[in-house]
């Protein structure tokens, strides 16, 4: 038996600013074949998890490419086809093999390209013939278009969200597609359109008894293979943007639509009650004022640069500065300029400064202040988890009773020691400003007296009822209330 593995990977938010080019893949993971580390990166799984079933079952496993970049903007044309054909190629060197097994994100769009994965999926069919298995496992941030299902014979999702699950759904993936080669199953892929656009944490309810479920029934029926919800990636203005579920059965097209269907309908019921409550800045701001004991933990959560946005948003600070409140520190605004600036300066300097909120409309405006430089940090890195997230070069500011980290690396504040590197104590402060969805949750809420969720500006496109797409359907739940009258089914 011969394997072939590879991984093409990011999550593009069109709406943002930051275009990324071969660089950006290079920065984050770029691993030619037979280098990739021994630990994956979300995407990468199928390669590590790959190796050690091969190992184990003493099958070839012939590796190509893994490459991801952290979540932004457009991919640069000439770097999505020169990545994609570097892959190509190495696929038309290990043939003949059995099957074809990747790590994609599902969210990619490039120059000139809506849909990567779908056109990468389907050169890799042609290559490989319509006989040979095709599968892939994708982040559930993804669009799942009529090319993508033509072209694979079965997909598995992260079932979790936060994404915690990414190297068990490749063992899932991998299991099914051993069964299959080895002539144990036959997967078929059924999948339903919810017609709608939404956000699924699954650390609380209502999704983390839908997802308990899900596993129920994959341990419970031996006719299902593997169920995943598509969630969707509402800052993709692609056409066949929106939510899906697929169910890949053991040859059982009918019972899986019918499975998809049910799951599907189910999750359309729920809509709209699946993110956390979220205040506006200025309420934000009132109820964590309410709190005597600090710190209070204000999370920026849609200037989240995690999903791709520049991570400069001021939108807070404004209203913070507006009000007189002291003792604020904020991690972190995005501003390399400002930074580079700072840095000319020197600790200990005061100058005037312009910074923030220069990447796109709804984050606000510059903020002008006459400011202290506190301290200064070349490659700044913060904890996160067992590892280490790099910030860049960054420097402490302070003016008006209140502290400001800038980077330079976009970076989503995932751990309170991104404070503490820049010599801030974040213990005794009144309020901590954070710029992340759900990630810091798990760090921040060992230090914080309450935590607060604020939606402030429109950084990322969260409404997706006003949001101005060009491309994708606007025939989905919220753009009208009931979709499922609509006719214009694409999946
Ligand atoms: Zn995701």
Avoid at 237 to 266: H, Q, W, Y
């Amino acid at each position: 038996m011969r394997f072939f593995t590879a991984a093409l990977a990011t999550e593009t938010n069109t709406f943002s600013p930051i275009c990324i080019d071969r660089r950006a893949f290079e920065a984050s993971l770029y691993a030619p074949p037979g280098k990739h580390p021994a630990t994956p990166t979300l995407c990468s799984a199928p390669v590590t998890v790959g190796r050690r079933l091969a190992r184990e079952h003493g099958f070839e496993l012939i590796e190509g490419t893994a490459t991801w970049a952290d979540p932004a903007g457009l991919i640069n044309r000439e770097t999505y086809e020169g990545l994609r054909d570097e892959i190509l190629d190495q696929l038309r060197a290990a043939l003949p093999v059995d099957g074809v097994v990747l790590g994609l994100h599902g969210a990619m769009v490039a120059d000139g390209y809506d849909d990567p994965e779908g056109d990468f999926l389907t050169r890799v069919r042609e290559i490989v013939g319509p006989d040979v298995l095709v599968c892939a496992e994708l982040d559930p941030h993804s669009h799942l278009t009529r090319k993508r299902l033509d072209a694979a014979d079965f997909f598995v999702a992260f079932k979790e969200f936060p994404h915690t699950d990414f190297v068990d759904r490749a063992i899932d993936l991998w299991q099914i597609a051993l069964d299959t080669v080895e002539g144990r199953v036959v997967p078929r892929m059924s999948v339903f359109d919810c017609r709608m656009i939404d956000v699924f944490p699954t650390s609380r309810e209502p999704m983390r008894s839908f997802v308990d479920r899900m596993m129920d029934m994959e341990s419970a029926d031996p006719d299902i293979l593997s169920l995943s919800v598509i969630h969707g990636f509402m800052a993709g203005d692609v056409p066949e943007m929106g939510t899906r579920v697929i169910a890949v059965t053991n040859g059982k097209a009918e019972k899986g639509a019918a499975i998809a269907r049910d799951l599907g309908m189910e999750l359309f019921s729920l809509r709209g009650t699946f993110m956390m409550p979220q205040l506006n800045e200025r309420e934000a701001v009132d109820e964590a004022l309410k709190t005597a004991e600090g710190p209070v933990v204000i999370a920026d959560v849609w200037d989240n640069p995690g999903g791709g946005t520049a991570g400069d948003s001021t939108v807070l600070l404004e209203e913070v500065l507006a009000r007189g409140v002291t003792g604020a520190a904020f991690g972190t605004i995005w501003d390399p300029i400002a930074v580079q600036i700072c840095m000319a300066a020197g600790e200990g300097a005061e100058i005037p400064l312009r910074f923030g909120a220069k990447s796109a409309p709804g984050t606000g405006n510059p903020v002008d202040a006459r400011v202290t430089v506190v301290k200064l940090l070349r490659n700044a890195e913060m904890r996160f988890g067992e590892s280490y997230a790099p910030f860049g070069d960054a420097a402490h500011i302070r003016f008006a009773g209140i502290d400001v980290i800038l980077n330079s690396t976009r970076a989503q504040s995932f751990d309170p020691s991104l404070f503490e590197v820049m010599g801030i104590d974040p213990r005794p402060q009144r309020l901590l400003v954070i710029k992340s969805t759900n990630h810091f949750h798990s760090s921040f809420s060992k230090i914080a007296s309450k935590i607060i969720y604020c939606a402030a500006g429109t950084p990322y496109p969260n409404n997706p009822a006003k949001t101005p797409y060009r491309k994708a359907r606007r025939t989905i739940w919220p753009m009208v209330e009931n979709p499922h009258a609509e006719k214009d089914v694409v999946a």
